[in-house]
């Protein structure tokens, strides 16, 4: 018996069907169900983690990694200094001044609420993408201009675009003859934005940092501070520091923090997904250890003629797991490419479209990672393999007197 004559056994028992027509069915039910398996397993996976990382990436493009505001809600005094320590610190990117107000823009046929904030253009745009280059009109150069710049999806619902005006209503009322009236101002739309975030754009409207201090009664403070890092997963740890940093009365939230339900729900969803798709990994584990039973009653004779010549229990029980082996490993390799190749397929015609005022992305990104693809193929081939021992075992127990009585 020369090394390596149960794989050579294993598989001439797998390509030899003319006499076991039905095992051959059943056997190849079993690749079918590994690659079907892998495949689910790889596209949802996949899909998941393209949703997880497209929102986040999307959210924290628009908003902050961290976000520090006074507990009193009065504004922060002395922020510039206080941005100034907080950027000594290491993997801090930048830290910018935000001010902010709910209001009410009425343009020529319609009008919106939206979030008015006043932000420092010449730092935000050497951290934001998104600033970097509007789909039309440009950012305000004088800080002192009524000048405004709209979301994308804002201007299309208030029917404006870049160069007419809009009456802005803002809640901070001024006394009048009649008594406290709100303030109306009237600004020109400079430019609009489009940061991919869909709820973002459809409810944002921007102005210079300076007039939106005078316009909201905040000379010299802010509503906060938004901080951006390196290392988003080291948010938790910078927040401790600039807490530190900052002192009593200060609050630090992270991006984790704001989104944790949605993100808690995105990492709940991809392991149940996990958990239940194997259930078809699982099923043609099933059917491979029916096939192996049935091969075994099949060649009760063939394997005491190889135990009469001198092969070993294990050898036996190796043959029959070299069987099971090739069964997991060809429908593992067959459904990761076919999986691969549907992401592939999927991200290059974007084949799923969403609709973006609901889940702020418009097509399902497919996302395949390697740690995912890793798990799914040692956890498929644990399942084909361990399907193997029960076969192999009773294989290895036969008698070879009582298998060589078969006629």
Known sequence: MKAGFELFVARKYLTARRKQAFISVITFVSVLGVTIGVMALVIALSLITGFQEDVQEKILGATSHLMISDLAGEGLQ????????????????????????????????????????????RREREVAD????????????????????????????LGVSVGETVNVLIPSAHLTPVGLWPKVKTFKICGLFDSGLYEFDSSTALVSLGLAQKIFNLPARVNYLQVRIEDIFKADELAEKIQQIAGPGIYVTTWMELNRSLFSALKLEKTLLFLTITLIVVVAALNIIASLVLLVMEKT???????????????????????????????????LSLGLIWCWLANTFKLIKLPVDIYQIAYVPFRPRLFDLALIVLVTLAITFLSTLYPSRRAARIDPVTALKYE
């Open 130 to 157: 998104w600033l970097k280059q509007l789909p039309a009109g440009n950012l305000p150069e004088d800080d002192e201009a009524p000048l405004l710049v709209l979301g994308k999806s804002l201007a299309a619902s």
């Open 301 to 335: 004779r063939d394997i005491g003629i190889l135990m009469a010549m001198g092969a070993k229990a294990k050898q036996i029980k190796k043959i029959f797991f070299w069987q099971g082996a090739i069964i997991g490993l060809v429908g593992t390799v067959i459904g």
């Open 78 to 121: 002395n922020y510039q200094e206080l941005a100034a320590r907080i950027e000594t610190l290491p993997r801090v990117q930048a830290v910018t001044p935000v001010v902010y107000n709910t209001v009410l823009i009425t343009g020529p046929a319609r009008s919106a609420g939206a979030l008015l904030k006043g932000m420092d253009f």
